[in-house]
């Protein structure tokens, strides 16, 4: 073989073979780059164990489970913990691979070293093995690895970089969002049936969709049958690996080119100002506990990679029967290079992060206070500007809203927010003062000096939990499907049923429901803080009381895009709340101080005068040209009550710019003819109803 040169990160390098192994050409390799490249003269494997003894890698040809080559790693292509080769001559697109390790085996010290296992690559860029949706791995079959061709072009293509505060986060699972026969799109349940649905998150106005998990996991965990159907772990909280896109979710085969179906979604959201955040889950893997099965983690190397107990078994503070052990060096490596190439390599533009309270755990499970992987990704270079979102509870009771170790760089799904208001909502009005703290940003939770409005996700509605329609149409849970006798899910849902349980045709509850969903998305889009909300709120989409569709891959958790035709007043609705919100700075931010004397956010908590709660945000146009006022006026209760608007000069005049109750506009938006002016102070706020009055003076 002539002698050819490769430029790699360490600089220029003679790529001359040495050893000739099971019939190939090979080299000590680039130790320094994980996983498996490909490089002009091959493909170059890196991998590292600090338990093994040795290492084999296999290659196979696509779909075969025996493989046509098996080229041990001889000692001196060993550094350290790290094994490394070049492999001459391989084209990525004639093999897949896996590798085998050797080393200990002592359960009892978490060493579970076995040459029989047939390992994934931790880094691997692609995973084969379960490609297609809903179809379990033959028996006797593994996953492999594929090699990944990184030629997307992505032009001059930026992520938007929208602040936290004028955010309006839209949560959807991407096989759901389209799966549905009456979504319209060509590929249902994929990628590109979500990108086909752009021009509906441009009317509806997000600028930011956060995808339920879409790394590789596998559906068929767990899968069983209940009643005659097949359930199946849908929601995807099963990470396989870390590094690769869920190839069942890509509309076609993508051979060695996987995530490009992926990319081109990404880059066409952010070409309409929308942001991607991706909700990933660090917390645990598909593997499972003692009783899982041991397909990669477990065969590197166990002990580092998963929080045992000092006989050997698995800490769950997941509730999924491991732990990963995220503050070790190795698994905190891991889980920055796996962000910060998401990051380079798809343009996503923020995280959340799935029971985050377990990064900041030390190895024997105890919270800590500086919790190393958190403040690495505060201030990783690569991630400066991508959002950070904790999930900041876990399933072993560590809950920390509020008091998530930040440096100013984490947010958090604010579930003070969700109890507070849902309960504040459906007519608790004892708990004024706490939802007029919601109102605010939470300012008890996150003080304004030091973490401000970006802290806090304010939600109502996410996919754990009740939809926005079947909050207001069930009093209780109804997991029947899920196979665990209703025993699975929250009872703590704040729920009302509005005086009849599931669905129904009488009409004054179906209109009552209509006039309290309109009555929280009101009060999401005029809190302080950044507001999320669940795909399909935005036409009453119901999972018919489930509230833990997390095994439900079927018309329960899939969105009837039929809804949208049956409930246009509420999209009309929602759509003018969201640009409600884009169009007045002063309810995101302080905008400066109004010349008319209010101050810059004032609420007015129910008394013994009315039971109408106000909140007013008052400031300046963007320009400076003007002031701008906004005043939401919300009555909980059930009895119509009066509400004095603050006081203005004789220029200036209160308009209404949203109704629930349709006492001042018929369909509770303005029609053609705009907002309705309104005479005098004292207005009228009918029962169980949000009006939001708007004033833009000289």
Request: some cysteine; glycine content about 10%.
């Amino acid at each position: 073989m002539a002698e050819q040169e490769f430029i790699s990160p360490r600089g220029s390098i003679h790529m001359v073979p040495m050893d000739v192994i099971a019939g190939f050409e090979v080299r000590p390799g680039l130790y320094e780059l994980n996983g498996a490249m490909a490089i002009p003269v091959g493909v170059n494997f890196t991998v590292h164990s600090f338990g093994a003894t040795s290492c084999e890698l296999l290659l196979f040809h696509r779909t075969e489970d025996e493989p046509y080559a098996v080229l041990p790693f001889p000692e001196h292509y060993r550094v350290g913990k790290v094994f490394s080769m070049i492999v001459f001559g391989l084209n990525i697109m004639d093999f897949e691979y896996a590798y085998r390790m050797d080393g200990p085996y002592d359960a009892a010290k978490g060493l579970l070293f076995d040459k029989k296992n047939i390992l994934l690559d931790i880094y691997a860029k692609a995973v084969t093995g379960q490609s297609r949706w809903g179809r379990p791995r033959q028996e006797g079959s593994f996953y492999k690895a594929r090699v990944v061709k990184d030629d997307f072009n992505w032009g001059r293509d930026r992520p938007p970089a929208i602040p936290m505060e004028d955010l309006v986060i839209y949560e959807l699972h991407v096989r759901g969002f389209t799966k549905h026969g009456s979504s319209g799109v060509d590929h249902p349940g994929t990628f590109d049936g979500l990108r086909q649905k752009i021009p509906h998150l441009k009317e509806l106005g997000v600028n930011a969709v956060e995808l339920m998990p879409i790394f590789e996991f596998d559906e068929m965990k767990d899968s069983r049958m209940v009643d005659g159907k097949q359930v199946v772990d849908y929601w995807g909280y099963n990470t396989v690996s870390f590094f690769a896109p869920n190839t069942s979710y890509a509309a076609s085969a993508e051979y060695n080119r996987e995530g490009n179906e992926l990319k081109t979604l990404i880059k066409e959201l952010n070409d309409n100002g929308i942001e991607c955040i991706l909700d990933v889950v660090f917390n645990h893997t598909a593997e499972g506990n003692e009783l899982g099965p041991c397909f990669s983690f477990k065969g590197f190397d166990n002990n580092i990679y998963y929080m045992l107990t000092p006989d050997g078994y698995y800490y769950n503070f997941s509730g999924c029967g491991n732990t990963l052990n995220c503050n070790h060096p190795i698994v905190r490596q891991m889980i920055m290079d796996c962000l910060r190439y998401w990051t380079i390599n798809y343009h996503v533009s923020g995280f959340r992060f799935d029971l985050a309270s377990i990064l900041g755990r030390n190895e024997d499970g105890s919270p800590m206070s500086k919790p190393p992987l958190l403040q690495a990704l505060a201030f990783d270079p690569i991630l400066g500007n991508v959002k950070l979102i904790a999930e900041a509870w876990d399933a072993g009771g560590l809950y920390q809203v509020g008091s998530f170790p930040s440096w100013n760089r984490w947010a958090e799904w604010n579930g003070r927010y969700r109890d507070d208001m849902r309960s504040y909502l459906k007519g608790d009005c004892w708990l004024a003062h706490e939802a007029a703290q919601r109102f605010m940003g939470s300012p008890d939770l996150y003080h304004p000096e030091y973490r401000g409005y970006n802290a806090s996700v304010n939600f109502l509605n996410c996919h754990d939990g009740f939809t926005l329609w079947d909050m207001y149409s069930y009093n209780e849970k109804h997991n029947e499907a899920n196979g665990w006798n209703n025993t699975d899910g929250s009872d703590d849902n704040r729920s009302w049923n509005c005086g009849a349980e599931g669905e129904t045709d009488q009409e004054e509850v179906l209109k009552l429901r209509r006039r309290l969903a309109k009555n929280a998305f009101t009060v999401l889009m005029l809190s302080r803080g950044t507001p999320m909300f669940l795909a399909g709120d935005e036409f009453l989409n119901t999972q018919y009381g489930n509230n833990n569709a997390y095994c439900q891959d079927n018309e329960i958790s899939w969105l009837d895009w039929d809804r949208l035709k049956e409930n246009q007043e509420h999209f009309a609705y929602v759509k003018h709340m969201i640009h409600l919100r884009k169009t007045h700075d002063v309810i995101r931010r302080s905008t400066g101080d109004c010349t008319i004397g209010l101050p810059q956010m004032q609420l007015r908590e129910p008394d013994g005068q009315t039971k109408v709660f106000g909140v007013i945000y008052a400031g300046r146009t963007p320009d400076g040209s003007r002031d701008d006022v906004v005043c939401l006026a919300l009555n909980v209760y059930w009895e119509e009550q009066e509400f004095v608007l603050p006081g203005l000069p004789t220029s200036m005049n209160w308009f209404v710019e949203a109704d629930t109750s349709g006492q001042y506009l018929e369909k509770g938006i303005p029609g053609p003819g705009g907002p309705v002016q309104i005479k005098g102070r004292r207005v009228k706020v009918g029962p169980r109803s949000a009006v939001v009055f708007v004033c833009v003076g000289r």
